[in-house]
């Protein structure tokens, strides 16, 4: 019998359906785990949504997700803040145990900067993250994403901030289309589960040719990431949680999401 207990999908994987939807299928796969995106919450409020995900009996991995902490402006900033305090409340109410940050940047500011302004709104955050018991997880983007999406570009840079703040409700969530390249990957993974921080992880593919830089990600498998690889060295650091199928894809979603799923589920088997 394949093995699926560790196997979850992010809403955004099956992008068309409805919470609903997705929750559905998920139980006629057997895919115990989920990750619910805010878009897909949004339409029913966090309240319906949690009951809906209890009665259904599937894991809430994570919800996703907060972040983009840097602005040129102080108000932007703190409305940036008074958002991730809302995602922080609406993980506790449908249970998830993590807020996914992307950290966010902004064209044209310094690097160095919008790092600073990232680590200060992640310490901003730590004490309604622990109020709520919601682990705040930095998701390092591949640094193709550092001009507008995220100045937190390596495990590395994550693990600093992590070590900076030096608290239980700060981790890292790991997602191999962001750091299979890195040649300190398997180091980094390890390093992050010595210090307890590893607390997700996202599986999907890195397709050559990537058609696109957002939205053409591969199925496991359809790329040139050696997903064993990495799993393998975040187990050995100690990670049990689940293999987050997070993959966003134009082509996938024009196609018929129940034939889509199924795929998920096959290539899960072969490649995770
Ligand atoms: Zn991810």
């Given at each position: 019998?394949?093995?699926?207990?560790?196997?979850?999908?992010?809403?955004?994987?099956?992008?068309?359906?409805?919470?609903?939807?997705?929750?559905?299928?998920?139980?006629?796969?057997?895919?115990?785990?989920?990750?619910?995106?805010?878009?897909?919450?949004?339409?029913?409020?966090?309240?319906?949504?949690?009951?809906?995900?209890?009665?259904?009996?599937?894991?809430?991995?994570?919800?996703?997700?907060?972040?983009?902490?840097?602005?040129?402006?102080?108000?932007a900033?703190d409305a940036a803040?008074a958002?991730?305090?809302?995602?922080?409340?609406?993980?506790?109410?449908?249970?998830?145990?993590?807020?996914?940050?992307?950290?966010?940047?902004?064209?044209?500011?310094?690097?160095?900067?919008?790092?600073?302004?990232?680590?200060?709104?992640?310490?901003?955050?730590?004490?309604?993250?622990?109020?709520?018991?919601?682990?705040?997880?930095?998701?390092?983007?591949?640094?193709?994403?550092?001009?507008?999406?995220?100045?937190?570009?390596?495990?590395?840079?994550?693990?600093?901030?992590?070590?900076?703040?030096?608290?239980?409700?700060?981790?890292?969530?790991?997602?191999?289309?962001?750091?299979?390249?890195?040649?300190?990957?398997?180091?980094?993974?390890?390093?992050?589960?010595?210090?307890?921080?590893?607390?997700?992880?996202?599986?999907?593919?890195?397709?050559?040719?990537?058609?696109?830089?957002?939205?053409?990600?591969?199925?496991?498998?359809?790329?040139?990431?050696?997903?064993?690889?990495?799993?393998?060295?975040?187990?050995?650091?100690?990670?049990?949680?689940?293999?987050?199928?997070?993959?966003?894809?134009?082509?996938?979603?024009?196609?018929?999401?129940?034939?889509?799923?199924?795929?998920?589920?096959?290539?899960?088997?072969?490649?995770?």
């Open positions: 019998m394949p093995d699926l207990s560790r196997c979850s999908i992010h809403t955004m994987t099956m992008k068309p359906w409805s919470l609903a939807q997705t929750i559905a299928g998920l139980q006629r796969a057997g895919v115990p785990g989920i990750t619910v995106w805010r878009q897909h919450l949004q339409p029913y409020g966090a309240e319906v949504a949690g009951r809906m995900l209890r009665a259904s009996g599937l894991t809430v991995t994570a919800l996703c997700r907060g972040g983009f902490f840097p602005a040129k402006e102080q108000v900033r803040l958002d991730n305090r809302r995602a922080i409340d609406e993980a506790a109410i449908i249970g998830a145990p993590m807020v996914v940050l992307v950290c966010g940047a902004v064209p044209g500011m310094p690097l160095t900067e919008a790092r600073q302004q990232i680590t200060d709104g992640i310490a901003a955050l730590e004490p309604h993250a622990r109020a709520n018991r919601v682990k705040l997880a930095i998701e390092p983007l591949h640094p193709m994403y550092a001009g507008d999406r995220s100045a937190v570009n390596t495990l590395a840079q994550a693990r600093t901030i992590c070590e900076t703040i030096n608290s239980p409700w700060i981790g890292i969530a790991a997602d191999v289309y962001h750091i299979w390249w890195d040649p300190e990957v398997e180091a980094e993974l390890a390093r992050a589960g010595a210090g307890g921080w590893l607390c997700g992880f996202h599986v999907c593919d890195w397709r050559v040719e990537t058609r696109d830089l957002l939205n053409d990600r591969g199925l496991m498998g359809d790329g040139c990431i050696d997903i064993p690889r990495l799993r393998g060295a975040a187990e050995r650091a100690g990670f049990t949680g689940f293999n987050e199928v997070e993959i966003f894809s134009t082509s996938r979603w024009a196609g018929d999401q129940d034939v889509w799923l199924d795929t998920i589920v096959e290539a899960y088997h072969r490649h995770t």
